[in-house]
């Protein structure tokens, strides 16, 4: 099991909280994801993650990984 955080920008409210979930939830090997609204961290677990499918899916839903 892995679990990666990553530093959102752009979430202002739950609705953004749920886009992000959703989008990274559908990542292949992805069993888990976990938003910090204020902090703007993703805790993502999975047994294999494929960190550009996951940056990529956060891009999707409209918002940006930090550094």
Known sequence: MSLT?????????????SSVKEEVGEVPGVTGVEVDL??????VSGDVL????????????GYQVAG
């Not at 955080?5 to 909280?17: A, D, E, P, Q, R």
């Not at 204020?38 to 805790?43: A, H, I, M, N």
């Open 5 to 17: 955080t990553y530093t959102v920008t752009g979430m202002t409210c739950g609705h953004c909280v």
């Open 38 to 43: 204020e902090s703007g961290q993703v805790d």
């Open 50 to 61: 494929d960190d550009a499918a996951i940056r990529a899916a956060i891009e999707e839903a």
